[in-house]
């Protein structure tokens, strides 16, 4: 669904990425690890279409999307949830997800309302708090679900476990599981490898810039070198 | 001062190549430009104190160089005092507002935009009162009789006046660079840069902005000084008014704010500049106005580290060691 | 060396903090956790003097620091460092330990040559004239543990310094708290990551909603009932103790 090959980006005369291909079949759950500062938020900045790669393409549902809008991009089905969650802290909740459902006006708006807050019992709890008065882990929710709200048919979901406590950390990965459940695709990036790897139907592991491992999810986890480097076993 | 660059060090070569040439120049338009052109340049370091090292972008410089050349103004005009007492009052004058406008702006935690608003505030009020008050000279103005003589700080000879200036931009420009390495100057660049981080550090930000804004206050008031006792007369606008504040901020982004030749270069750049403007437009008034507005927009957009930045790139060093100068 | 007694802070009608009590031995390692939300930061803003609180007591090495600014704090030989690492961006990495050095040391030579220092003992040698803003993540936190180190201080506190790294830099910077204990100096720190709260805290307070429900060390904490319900979670608390067993 999603085929990334040769992709060449940066910042300046920064390269970052230095020659990516990867995909995301439909309906899969596919980890992308590393350290920070490797490339992983670069690459999704490239997919949703903040920055131009210098170099290679890609293409989503056989549309090639390289050079495109961010705005087409969510309009074709693909959901950013960006690092850091950054959700607008003076709308309320239920302001902050309608604002999800902008773009996608297939007149479905209200019935995805219904249907995230059902994923969602907690936002749907405080549909008129003040975003910015909610813990770190609710924040992540609203992030997730403001961009369910665009229906999307691939969630990029860009280290959702940050700075969250363990047991949000267990409530997030459920959650994935579940959105995953109902036909969604999610590129997942995580520092949190083995958690993500116990979601993950594949995964791919950067650094420098490159891939240097992938493969199945249990297969990876089982790899000594990755145990040995990421995890420090 | 650290020269990091070819670039780096042929345009301070270039500025002082030209500082020197003026001596001889053939006609003494030059001289009389230039001299014009250095004492901007010493409000422009004053600006460069908070705005470049602090990160402090003040809209209202012109309110510590129009104290400092009213105080001293005041002191000559109304009590009779000796120019020179009036040059160092002047330059208390200068630091006592500063570290006032500091005090107050920085007790309310002002920054960024709503600092440089106050600080604007600050120099239109007194620009007011200075302009309503008999004892300011009102809306005429205080004129300097005219002594000529040292003892009076009035210098009749041009060439006398511009070696002096030359010292004086030397000696703010050392000055300078004696605050960029010292410890207070390590503070107030880490206050620019991120300043919970400094105050984790065991800075106290409060004190290091106010400081700043007084040493800044000092060369503002130095510069107002100087001016009155080179024109003999000064009035609110002159003094007090926007365009001082302007020229203050303008050459240091341009030369690069937070440099030690930045401000110099920034300004002397600007003059040459709206000079060559004038003669190649005669017949346009004003027009270096425009100028100075178009070259100040492409340099914030282009060039955020000023010239002194874009000579940095051109055939850089390496220094192995770091330079302990 | 720290004791923090009945420490409260309400913001208008929220109770951030209620009634915290805490001790850190000196030479020790303590954790401080909790949910997000649950008013850790909010401790640790108070006994580094960025915010006041409503009722209690701080004391540091036996002196009584409620309500010092936090530059006065910083000079008594307490450091905090920040969720978010801040490195000041324009500087070198050695220019940036400087600006610590700089509290007991005023002459700029012997900031430097004390920055040198720092910056060689926690692995920096080969960085110090880089931009800081150049380093990597990981980087960045040990640039944070060298300025706070530059300052002299006694007393570390570190939020979440271990955010936002793979489990191997994780082993990484615990082994450099570590040796930096060894070294003769103290730790307080907020975390969420259990992989380094496990290996370096021996005593950790769980905060939830403004008030301490447990503490005590990170062994018997994952058993509680309490915490794994408020914090950890199931899955989480089953691991740590398979892991302690281990």
New interface residues.
Partial sequence: MLEISGIRAGYGSMAVLQGIDMRVEAGEIVALLGSNGVGKTTLNNVISGFIRPSGGSISFKGVTITGKKPRDIVALGIAHVPEGRKIFPNLSVAENLKLGAFRRASGNAKQNFERICAIFPRLKERLGQLAGTLSGGEQQMLAIGRGMMSEPELLILDEPSLGLSPIMVEEMFGLITKINADGVAVLLVEQNVMQSLGVAKRAYVIEQGRFVMQGDAAGLLADPQLRQAYLGM | MRLNSVGQIALVAAAIAYLLGVYFASSPVWMGFTINALIVAVIALSWNITGGFGGLSSFGHAAMYGTGAYASAILQVKFGLNAWIGFGAGILAGATMGAFIGALAFRYGLRGSYFALVTLAFAEVLRICASSFEFTGGGSGLQLTLTPGIGNLQINDRTVVYTALLIVVAAVMALTALIK???FG??L??VR??E??????????YKIKVQAMAISGAFGGLAGVLYLQLWLFIDSTVVYGSAVSVEALIGPIIGGAGTVWGPLLGTLGLHLLGEGAKHLLPNAPGLNFVLYAIVLICALRFLPQGLVGLAGRVGPFK?KE?D?A | MLEVRNLSKSFGGLKAVTDANLDVPEGSIVGLLGPNGAGKTTCFTMIAGFTKADVGTVRFRGQDITGLPPHRICELGMIRTFQIVQPFAGLTVQENIAVGAYLHHHDRRDAMSVAREVGKRLGMGAMLDRPASSLTIAGRKRLELARALATGAKLLLLDEVMAGLIPSEITEIVGIIRQIRDEGHTFLMIEHVMQAVMSLAETAYVLNQGKMIAHGPPRELVKDPSVVEAYLGHGAAARLQEGSHA
Wanted: proline content about 0%; hydrophobic content about 40%.
């Fill in positions: 390495f010292s410890r390590a503070y660049i880490a840069e991120n919970d981080a400094a105050r984790a550090l065991g800075i106290d930000t220094k770091n302990n």
